[in-house]
């Protein structure tokens, strides 16, 4: 269900960055794997990184490898995504996701969602 709220999209030059925040006003966040994905027009919505409940790992997919860092902040109840040296492909749709039990890389397997945050990187 969407009760998830992203925030933090943007307009970014390539090689920019941005934050990505992720805040739910009845989870706990900290009890959720916390995923983000996103989605391009014309394209699948891809898992971007997710970071686990019971161990706070971390995990990415490759092509933001290193240049992506998801993080949850437990007392402001807030997932983040903070990407660096951001290049066009990377303009989407991004949308963060919580489920109860383990990271996943696909979003139909996620319980809560939010709509959605635009990143847009343009020379």
């Known amino acids: 269900q969407v009760d998830l709220v992203e925030s933090g999209g943007d307009l970014v030059q390539p090689g920019g960055s941005l934050k990505l925040s992720c805040s739910a006003s009845?989870?706990?966040?900290?009890?959720?794997?916390g995923g983000w994905f996103r989605q391009a027009p014309g394209k699948e919505r891809e898992g971007v990184a997710c970071?686990?409940?019971?161990?706070?790992?971390?995990y990415y997919t490759d092509s933001v490898q290193g240049r992506a860092t998801i993080s949850r902040d437990s007392a402001k109840n807030t997932v983040y995504l903070q990407m660096n040296r951001l290049n066009p492909e990377a303009t989407a749709v991004y949308s963060c996701e919580a489920r109860s039990a383990m990271c996943k890389w696909r979003w139909r397997e996620y319980e809560h969602w939010g709509q959605g945050t635009q990143v847009t990187v343009s020379p």
């Open positions: 009845t989870l706990t966040l900290g009890n959720y794997a």
């Open positions: 970071i686990s409940s019971a161990t706070g790992n971390t």
